[in-house]
C-alpha cells in the first residue's frame, strides 16, 4: 500500500510569491491534516480536512488556506510568502477523524520550502 | 502557549542502556496521546500511544507511561540501539472531537555505539 505523497519534496520561492503544495494521503484515508515543522517550535497544526470539509484550523494568518478534494488529495496555498514561512510543509492522513482514540496520523516525507 | 512541552531538546544514551524520554502537558482535556519518531529527511512515523484510561502501554522496547496527576509522560526504549538515534516527538489530542493532536518540540536522541 503506497504511504502518503507530498508534492514537490523541494521549493524555492521569493518573499510575496505564492506556492501551491500536494498531498495524496493513503488508499482509503478520508482525513488529512497538514503541520508546519520549523526548529525548536516543533510540529504546529495547520488544518485538517475531512470529506472535503475543513474540520479544525490552527493559528496561522489567513494566507495560509487548503482545500480537499472528493478523492482525498489535499492541497495548501500560501499567498504572499513571508521569509518566516520557510518550514517543512507535512501532510498526514488517517482513516477517520484525527484526535479520536485509536486513530494516527501517516505522515508524508514532507515539502521543504525555502523562502529568500 | 504550547500546550505539549519536551523540555529535553536533546539527549545522548549508551548503546543497550535505557533511553527516557519526557513529555509535559497543561490541558487537562487531553486524554489521548501519541509518540512519534522522526528520521532526518523523512516524515515521523508513529512509534506507541496511550489513551488516559490507562497508565502504561507497552510494544516491545517501547514503553509508554502516563501520570494524569502530574500531566507527564514518558517513553521508555530499552535497550536503547544505534537506529533508535532520531527526533522524538509527543503529541496529545482531546478524543471527544478537536480533529487534531497537539505536537512537542522534539527531543533529538542520539544512542552512542
Known amino acids: 500500500k503506497a504511504g502518503v505523497t507530498q508534492t514537490p519534496r523541494y521549493l524555492i520561492k521569493t518573499r510575496g510569491q505564492q506556492v501551491t503544495l500536494s498531498c495524496s494521503p493513503i488508499?482509503?484515508?478520508?482525513?488529512v491534516s497538514w503541520y508546519q515543522q520549523t526548529p525548536g517550535q516543533g510540529l504546529q497544526f495547520l488544518f485538517e480536512?475531512?470529506?472535503?470539509?475543513?474540520?479544525n484550523k490552527g493559528n496561522f494568518p489567513g494566507r495560509f488556506s487548503g482545500r480537499q478534494f472528493s478523492n482525498s488529495r489535499s492541497e495548501m496555498n500560501v499567498s504572499t510568502l513571508e521569509l518566516g514561512d520557510s518550514a517543512l510543509y507535512l501532510c498526514?492522513?488517517?482513516?477517520?477523524?484525527?484526535?479520536?482514540?485509536?486513530?494516527?496520523?501517516?505522515f508524508g516525507s514532507g515539502t521543504q520550502l525555502s523562502v529568500l | 502557549d504550547q500546550q505539549v512541552k519536551q523540555n529535553s531538546p536533546s539527549l545522548s544514551v549508551q548503546e543497550g542502556r535505557i533511553s527516557i524520554l519526557n513529555c509535559d502537558y497543561t490541558?487537562?482535556?487531553?486524554?489521548?496521546f501519541l509518540w512519534y519518531k522522526k528520521y532526518p529527511a523523512e516524515g515521523p512515523t508513529f512509534l506507541i500511544s496511550?489513551?488516559?484510561?490507562?497508565d502504561k502501554n507497552e510494544d516491545g522496547r517501547f514503553t509508554v507511561f502516563l501520570n494524569k496527576s502530574a500531566k507527564h509522560l514518558s517513553l521508555h526504549i530499552v535497550p536503547s540501539q544505534p537506529g533508535d538515534s532520531a527526533v522524538y516527538f509527543c503529541?496529545?489530542?482531546?478524543?471527544?472531537?478537536?480533529?487534531?493532536?497537539?505536537f512537542g518540540t522534539g527531543t533529538r536522541l542520539k544512542v552512542l555505539a
Open positions: 498526514a492522513s488517517s482513516r477517520q477523524l484525527p484526535g479520536t482514540a485509536n486513530e494516527k496520523l501517516f
Open positions: 490541558n487537562s482535556m487531553f486524554d489521548y
Open positions: 488508499s482509503g484515508h478520508r482525513s
Open positions: 496511550i489513551s488516559s484510561i490507562k
Open positions: 480536512y475531512f470529506s472535503e470539509t475543513q474540520r
Open positions: 503529541a496529545a489530542s482531546v478524543s471527544s472531537g478537536t480533529y487534531k493532536y497537539i
